[in-house]
């Protein structure tokens, strides 16, 4: 695609420090970069905020772009590049199974189980894991009995990384929902 001549001279214009031909630009290509970014985010005040982070990169680096060149592919170059420097930014960081789950899950334990609580719990895991068969029970000692990595038994038991991690969640909920019945049972009980 040719740029039209008009937007070589805005162009020009612009790396040249005119503020107004710059505006013109934005003008011309703002509905463009803010669309790419609606369509990819589920927010468009935070779409929005990019699309002027955008202006403001091109803005600085105005002065390394090609007049000859179209403007509006570059302009959605830099759109993607911060669009996956905010998503890297503000990924949400995933919990699993490591240092991060025991912290939680020690917090979460000395809050809700006093002391008094320690041998009921106790009780009702010894219980819950006596019920599961052999190969879930043998996989949750491995991890967090003998503290092997989700890798190591992946590689170990020749599974796919995200397929075990799922079946650790999956029995994880198990044991919670058995444990939590059980407690309710003894602390019901006369």
């Known amino acids: 695609m040719i740029p039209d001549l008009d937007e070589k001279r805005w162009v020009r214009a612009a790396q040249q420090g005119d503020a107004e031909a710059f505006g013109v630009l934005v003008g011309r290509h703002h509905r463009g970069v803010r669309a790419c970014l609606v369509a990819r985010m589920h927010d468009a005040h935070e779409a929005e905020d990019l699309a002027q982070e955008v202006f403001v990169t091109a803005y600085r680096k105005l ?113 919670s929902e058995c444990i939590g019945r059980k407690l309710r049972n003894l602390e019901s009980a006369p």
């Open 63 to 175: 002065a390394e772009f090609d007049p000859e060149r179209p403007l509006a592919p570059w302009l959605r170059s830099i759109t993607l590049n911060i669009l996956r420097n905010h998503w890297r930014k503000f990924r949400a960081q995933a919990v699993g199974g490591s240092t991060e789950l025991a912290t939680l899950l020690d917090r979460q334990i000395a809050a809700e189980c006093g002391p008094a609580r320690e041998p009921l719990l106790h009780a009702a895991l010894r219980d819950c894991l006596e019920r599961m068969d052999g190969p879930a029970r043998e996989l949750l000692h491995r991890r967090y009995g003998e503290e092997e990595s989700v890798r190591e038994l992946s590689d170990r038991l020749q599974r796919g990384y995200s397929a075990l991690t799922m079946q650790l969640h999956r029995l994880r909920e198990i044991l």
